[in-house]
């Protein structure tokens, strides 16, 4: 397929899988940068690189000399440079869940300060403070429509804003016992499920606020609950170490997952697909499952995560050819290739990704569990991530109260090293292979888009962790 | 996405066992009508409201007023994609809905009290209507101004010398009942002197008549495919009748020779029927009858009675099967309640315990080679994690996935999915009758009622068949 491992042409070295796999971060930087290059010339060269490159567009002749093989499949990126775009201020506690409206055009953040801030993902202004929670918000979830979001509440509440207005909607669900731990909407906006800390999922029919189902779940805090993609089957997590898969229409249990080491498991998310389960557990691991056979399928490593509850999501990512194409062809002269750069843009990828107690964030490749990239924080823990799925946009919230919005970099190490110059830092393969080799940690200076100053890492540690009513907390293991 | 958890052997099952669930009505409902992809139920009320149902949640997802209050919703017919609905009233009213915002796209006054009204299967800007005491009427909505209303003939095509000596008889000749083919290319009506007309929807011309009986037919009904045909009759027989491949271009009238296929009646008590429905393939037809709790399920092929769905103690009106599950809804004639009846799903324990199986027998338990070696962890999970090659694809969504979905497509833009209102909750203002015994009734507040929607649970008169329930409840 696209990421094979050693092209024709490329210089012998040694890549052998063991140490892909358990060397993530290579301790040579400049090993990785290498890698780039090599990207480049595995790349036919510049007659290809000129068609998808609209600066050189196409040499003055018109020759398309598009060899076929690139054009079948284009090359899988081998890491991936997000970098931030967006600080957002505002919350007084730490964050806990995060969260890109379907559309896109929205940011939800929900905190321990028990208000929920709605941003513009374009411009990072706040345009909603949502307050009307008595205690720290753990979870919230966007309708399918983008116009209502849910949020689950440590008052044992779930509410229902109106997103356009900022008004908190009438309708409230009433039932848990104990902290509304987890939310998930269908994908036809009927229905929500929640999770909660009295160890019980709930299915609600939100038309009529009713409690339609509540399904005897777990024997320890519900962590994660999700929809599948056609809402006929409902993912739950407990810190019991269990994921269950349970029936929507019956509400019975059709499967239960469980790894030998038992950890709990802060996070269960349907891929996009709805064929497998990202699930997250606090032995700083993130695991893809079969749930059908009832096998795990990868095992991702890399990050930390033995305090808090921090959940894993999917992204995707094309190919660099397939972005900048995307991102800036607004002349016209390449138009012929229209059908082409169709098929090129479609292929897409799928990571994973998950924050971490050390502050950075994780980017897995799905299926070859190469790490893609360590997108360095401040040493605050990163609790909540979340992927924009339409203009690769990751989001995340952390202790350190702030909301980081990263887009992906339009130069690619790989492929702005490629010396025609189409798009603008040079710099960026230099910040790139910082990123990748990591280990700076915090103290990569990078360039924020919008000027803010990178945080400073007070001490917020201890706000989250202390307080028992927030999610942002510990889930106490012994 | 669920079946590949499912029980293989609940999923051959294609005929609902036992009562699955009351929707709560809102109003005394009369007629239903499943949605094309099955998500959900329209009913029609003696009122004249109409409730769609959420078939997930069994809760109401939109209520439509439109038609004169106090009478009677005539029938109910979808449009393909779920974003339209038909309604057909004896205020004489046919009202085409947009239900992405319940608005009414067109009202037609037709004249007549309406026994019938369907859509087009292909254009639902047009339908057919049956008429009482009147000529039955193909409406064209294409005109926002106007409906463009064209008679359709009521009499059955004869040949010359037949002509002559039925005109005193064709004087009270009538069109009950009106209904399309697939296709949409002819209409199949039947009078009330127990005739059957072809009309082509083209040149609004009677193509073939045969005569079933000398009774009214009451109702007409086809199979998805256009090949079967489903008559209910008031000589209480029900007939299925095998149709020829209408669209077929060399299909002449003359050679359309339409023969009965299977006769069902009630030969001990001569009941008749109260309502018909075929199975989502044809396979089975079911029908409610007069008098009397049970839907009668009959298998085509042999003709013989299989099931007898019990469930309610109260006759049951208008019966419906879902378009694709095995499932069936019906109407409660007295308290105007709609029934689903459905398959039981037992948990099964070995779901819950990862670690056990159902078996059927003793299985001897053979290890494998390396099973209880003793290995260092840190080799043991490294074996694991190397083993972790297989590609995995987690975004592609395979067509055959959304065929089994029933058509679920995320990514279409010109699917429709209603938007979902938060604030059906209290709208629920209507009074209820409700059944506390035989002769006796009495208004139902709402309050009462959501409480016992909730439950699961009716109240007297319908209390019986929760045992085939199987929900939990939170205390």
Known sequence: MSNDFSPAGTPHRDRSPKRKRFSPTPTDPSAKLQYAYDEDQDVPSD?????????????????????????????????????????????????????????????????????????????????????????????????????????????????????????????????????????????????????????????????????????????????????????????????????????????????????????????????????????????????????VDGRVVKTYQGHKNVKYSINACFGTYSSMAAMLEEAGSPDGEDEGEDGERDSRAKKQWAFAAIGSEDGSIVLWDVSSKEMLQRIPGNGTPVLAVDVGMEDQTIVSGGLDCCVRVWKRGLGDASETTNGDGAIEENGTAHVNGQTDAQENGGDVVVPIANGNEESTTEAVDGDGAGDEMEKAMAMVLE | MNLPLTDPLLLAQDIPESLSARLRSSGQAVCIRFSHRGDLLASGTAKGTIAIFDLETNGVARKLQGHTTGRTVQSLSWEKSGRYLLSSSIDWKVILWDLKDGSRVRVCNLGAPVYIAELHPQNWLMCVAALYEYRPVLADFTDVKRTHQHALPNLPKRGAHEAEASEKADAKHFTTVAAFTPGGTHIITGTTKGWLNLISTSTRETVYSTRLCSKPILLIRLSSSGRDLLVNASDTIIRTIKLPDLTSPTLSPDNINLEVEHKFQDVVNRLSWNHVAFSSNADYVMASTLMNHDIYIWERGHGSLVKILEGPKEELGAVEWHPSRPLVAATGVESGRVYVWGINMPQRWSALAPDFAEVEENVEYIEKEDEFDIRPAEELQQRRLDQEDEEVDVLTVDEEQIEREGGFKQEREDEFRMPVLLDMGESDSEDEIVAIGTGQFRRKSTAQDEMGFEDGEGEGAVREGGSGRKRRRAD
């Open chain 1, 47 to 291: 007659a290809d690189e000129a068609f998808h490159t609209p600066a050189s567009a196409l040499s003055p002749n018109g020759t398309t000399v598009t060899p076929k093989r690139r054009k079948t499949s284009p090359t899988r990126p081998r890491s991936l440079n997000y970098r931030p775009h967006f600080t957002l201020h505002g919350h007084k506690r730490g964050i806990s869940c995060v969260k890109i409206s379907p559309r896109g055009h929205l940011i939800a953040s929900a905190s321990a300060d028990s208000t929920i801030k709605l941003w513009d993902a374009r411009t990072g202004a706040l345009q909603h403070t949502l307050e009307g929670h008595l205690a720290g918000i753990n979870t919230i979830t966007w309708s399918p429509d983008s116009r209502v979001l849910a949020s689950g509440s440590d008052d044992k509440l779930i509410r229902f804003w109106e997103v356009e207005s900022g008004k908190c909607l009438e309708t409230v669900l009433v039932g848990h016992h104990n902290y509304v731990y987890s939310l998930a909407f269908a994908p036809k906006g009927n229905m929500l499920v929640s999770g909660s800390y009295d160890e019980a999922v709930f299915l609600w029919d939100i038309r009529t606020a009713r409690l339609m189902r509540s399904l005897p779940a777990h024997s320890d805090p519900v962590s994660g609950v999700d929809f599948v993609r056609d809402g006929t089957l409902i993912a739950s997590c407990s810190s019991d170490g269990l994921i269950r898969i349970w029936d929507t229409g019956t509400g019975q249990c059709l499967k239960t997952l469980v790894h030998e080491d038992n950890a709990a498991v802060t996070s269960v998310k349907f891929s996009p697909n709805g064929r497998y389960v990202l699930a997250a557990t606090l032995d700083s691991n993130v695991r893809l499952w079969n749930y």
